[in-house]
């Protein structure tokens, strides 16, 4: 036999020597807890433990208890870990498991999804299951003492209104989710979740009852909208609140929000361009004349842009304003209009941003409102008759704006094409 068959051969009953040494190895081994009773309250004190452990494969790992009645609560179900390399597992537990519910047991409108154990003495077991299907584990005791089982419980949770349209129309724009919590937590949190598994947050609302603490609760969702930002596709979304206490007990509830017409409205004043009869940038009319204009107003937004009357070509007198022609300001509505230097009050005249042939009914709540469609464009016109004037201030400028009611006056569509107004007066 040659020298190089002789290290061959010897070469493999070395690595048959250290296969058979690696398979008589124990799965698991060095199971330990660090401490035999467990006080979860987090008062500071003996609130954790640890748990160390080495596996010798790959395999899916369980670390569960089981109480003097024979329940068993999870604290790992089934996790697949690597083999242990330099040094075993550590895993630090504090007292909680899965969410579970006592015998007799129920809650109305809300889950637990992480919760304490209760006190009492339990049988630990760390559990482990290789690819082969080899199975090991080793058991010990834990006693659990003085622990805060109080839950942070999720009452009265609701949503409203189940169908909101976030677009700054003044109608439906806001929904609102209500909770009363039960208990002071570390962290309350709300979100939209989306079927793709995107998720919207929704901020907390400022009220009475401080951040996180037991109480009334109000959170407030725009959907981003207010601030100019496009919101969540229209869509039905699941509505997440979840709350965890300083234990680390989690409890959650679950609602639906469905978003319909969504979207951040923007209009502008064609080209900034206002025609004003008579031309510019000086007009001259008669005292008790009348001062027209025409101007095109375009929706450049993905929404319709909700309007009020008084429809286009209506003619005011200088003394009158929106108000005398029964046409109050709606939070949300988009109106033309038209100021003057010596104007009794902030644009008083003002206009729908389109006639019957250029808007669109929808119905809310059993009335009936009218939008410019997205993308559309309307041609508004009107007119002031000057029956007065004020000596001072004659000339005077007047300008054009686009206004959204309650909401702003974007610098775009303020202050458009000022025309300088004289009053020729006998």
Known sequence: MGVKNILLLGLLAALTVLLAACGNKPLLDAVSFDRAVLTPNADGDSDVLKITYNLARSAEVSIYFTDEEGRRYYFRDHVRHPPSVEKPFQVYFAGVVNGYTLPGETFDGFEVEKRVLQDGLYTWTVAATDDAGVSAQVTGTLTIAQADTALPELRGFSVYPPVFTPNRDGI????????????????????????????????????????????????????????????????????????????????????????????????????????????????????????????????????????????????????QNYATLGEYEQSGVFRVAVHCETSPIDHPWRWAVGGPDDLVAIEENGRRYWYLPAGARAVVTGGIQFVDYVEARNPQYCYASLIHEDVEISMVNYRVDPVRVKIEVP
């Open 172 to 319: 439906g724009d806001r929904a609102t989710i209500n909770v009363h919590l039960t208990k002071d937590v570390e962290e309350l949190t709300v979100y939209l979740e989306g079927p793709d598994g995107t998720r919207y947050h929704v901020m907390e609302k400022e009220t009475a009852t401080p951040l996180n603490e037991a109480g009334w609760h109000e959170f407030d969702y725009d959907a981003g909208v207010d601030r100019g930002a496009d919101p969540p596709p229209d869509g039905t979304y699941t509505v997440v609140m979840r709350a965890r206490d300083a234990v680390g007990q989690w409890t959650r509830a679950t609602g639906t929000l469905t978003i319909e017409r969504g979207g951040v409205p923007r209009a502008y004043i064609l080209n900034g361009e206002v025609d004003w009869a008579g031309g510019g940038p000086e007009v001259s009319i008669p005292l008790s004349g009348t001062l027209y204009f025409t101007l095109t107003v375009e929706n450049d937004s993905r929404v319709p842009i909700r309007t009020s009357g008084p429809p286009p070509g209506t003619v005011y007198r200088s003394d």
